[in-house]
């Protein structure tokens, strides 16, 4: 069965003004996703990634082009449709982690969708630590309570903007396979910024690679490893043949 369209991106460029400069992040990206795809985006700092990421958010309107959602133009946020997860975890410190993720639903005056939130701290490994504070949490734990909170409200795209990249690499290893983990059982459409190419090849169907600022679509490279994935995957000759292919 063919899947459906998730994300279609049309000529997507985003220029900057400020008050001395001019500064062309992204020109001319046209690409889609489909639903239920994990694409990694992934070039040298400064390309744009995070820009376009943002710009598939409706936080930042592209300054031409389009991006529709299931073929609505994208004109606003939509948080009941799109969860973002950024590189903090951005938890208040005054909250507990369970009133970290009750928050979204306070806000919205929306109930609370417990069934959910208990599958995914079960996931998580959080369970029995929903009445702790951030400050009593490991990095790798408020970064998957951060995910819960995206995903408690059951969003059709997750985008997620280098989630992992304050964290150690055994952290990061084991948060890599919590994601695909989560991934699995979900299915949501995700959209991964990371300057890792590792972590690109081993999370992705697909790995989009920009090229320098202005970042344009470079090159798509379709990753048909089986699943589910196990880190040792990464000393394969296979991998490390296509990771050489990115870098180069």
């Known amino acids: 069965m063919t899947q ?10 985003k220029i900057y003004q400020t008050e001395t400069k001019t500064v062309e992040a992204v020109k001319n990206f ?3 996703v489909k639903d239920g795809e994990f694409v990694c985006v992934v070039g040298a700092s400064g390309c744009g ?22 073929g609505e133009l994208l004109t606003k946020p939509l948080p009941d449709r799109i969860g973002m997860v950024f590189q903090d975890s951005n938890l208040l410190p005054w909250r507990t982690l369970m009133e970290n993720i009750e928050l979204p639903f306070q806000i919205k005056k929306k109930p609370v ?7 995914l701290l079960e996931v998580a490994g959080l369970k029995g630590f929903e009445n702790s504070y951030p400050g009593e949490l490991s990095g790798g734990m408020k970064q998957r ?3 819960v909170r995206a995903l408690a409200q059951d969003p059709e795209v997750l985008l997620m903007d280098e989630p992992f990249g304050a964290l150690d690499a055994f952290t990061r290893e084991e948060m890599n396979l919590f994601l695909l983990k989560v ?8 959209v991964f910024v990371t300057h890792s190419i590792s972590e690109a090849i081993f999370l992705a169907d697909r790995v989009w690679v920009m090229s320098p600022r202005p970042g344009r679509l470079s090159r798509i490279v379709d990753v048909d490893f089986a ?7 990464q000393f394969e000759p296979n991998f490390i043949e296509i990771l050489k292919s990115i870098r180069e």
Do not use: F, Q, Y
Request: with cysteine; aromatic share 4%.
């Open 30 to 32: 046209s690409e889609s």
């Open 183 to 190: 991934w699995e059982r979900t299915k949501k459409t995700i």
């Open 49 to 70: 990634k995070t820009t376009l990421l943002w710009c598939l958010s409706g936080l930042h309107p592209a300054t031409s082009g389009t991006v529709h959602i299931d």
């Open 145 to 147: 309570g951060s995910i």
């Open 113 to 119: 969708n417990r069934e959910l939130v208990d599958e």
């Open 4 to 13: 459906a369209t998730r994300i279609k991106i049309t000529d997507v460029s």
């Open 227 to 233: 699943r589910p994935r196990h880190i040792d995957l």
